[in-house]
């Protein structure tokens, strides 16, 4: 008898989607790899893929099979990019990029980010910025808040440009301390001045351009060690991990 449903296939095969490690256009794992990775029937596998299809994530291509459909509006979660690098190594989904890379020391006034950090006003953080891009587009404007007991241990943290490997992975390294993370926050508000340039909104002076705000706090066993904020350009869908 058959341990795997198909339901528990077409989970697998969506969360792969969702994170990007398979992106629009790469086509699906074949049926006799499924069946093969699995220990499942033909029509377990095959009953798999037609819910895929069924939900609109795939589609047959003729000439080339079953492929991952294109969702140009639906952009992947901070913790999905985490979860992608970790299953894949690839730091960005199809057609991604990102700019404006840069990092800085500056005294927290930030209630909030206090709060998450436990640290004390005006307590001097690393904080980090970049811009995620789709085919060039700005999509999210992402902000890293870093303890600045994590400079100890990786310094590298105030240069300016993508860090590679990323650094918490480093931190575990040099320290030995596992990172845990808090589930994604969310919420919607008005966007900053500097929000709305970072993802080139062109709005008439004074208005208001309400954003999807999504918040994570990491730590080890000191404590908190970092709060990602990830600001969402108007008018996309963001996936979650959950």
Not at 68 to 86: D, Y
Not at 129 to 134: A, L
Not at 174 to 194: F, W
Not at 201 to 216: D, E, F, H, M, R
Request: glycine fraction near 6%; include cysteine.
């Amino acid at each position: 008898m058959e341990r795997v449903g198909y339901a528990k296939i077409a989970a697998d095969l969506r969360r792969k989607i969702q994170i990007g490690a398979l992106a629009p256009g790469d086509k699906t794992p074949s049926l006799t790899k499924i069946c093969e990775e699995y220990g499942v029937s033909t029509n377990t596998a095959n009953r798999a893929l037609r819910q895929l299809k069924q939900e609109g994530l795939t589609y047959a291509k003729p000439g080339v099979g079953t492929v991952v459909a294109a969702r140009p509006k639906v952009i992947s979660t901070g913790l999905a990019r985490l979860e992608r690098l970790q299953l894949t190594g690839r730091q960005y989904a199809k057609d991604e990029t990102s700019t404006d890379h840069a990092a800085m020391i500056r005294g927290c006034t930030d209630p909030e980010i206090i709060e998450q950090l436990q640290i004390e006003p005006h307590e001097e953080i690393v904080i980090r910025r970049r811009t995620f891009r789709r085919n060039d587009v700005p999509t999210v404007f992402a902000l890293s808040f870093i303890h600045q007991r994590a400079l100890r241990d990786v310094p590298e943290i105030t240069q300016d440009g993508p860090l590679q490997p990323f650094w918490q992975k480093t931190y575990t390294q040099r320290t030995g301390k596992e990172i845990s993370r808090s589930p994604e926050r969310r919420t919607a508000r008005l966007a900053a001045d500097y929000e709305l340039e970072a993802l080139e909104i062109a709005a008439p002076p004074n208005s208001a351009v309400a954003v999807l705000v999504l918040n994570t706090t990491f730590y080890d066993d000191d404590g908190p060690l970092e709060v990602w904020e990830d600001v969402y350009a108007p008018g996309l869908w963001q996936i979650a991990t959950e």
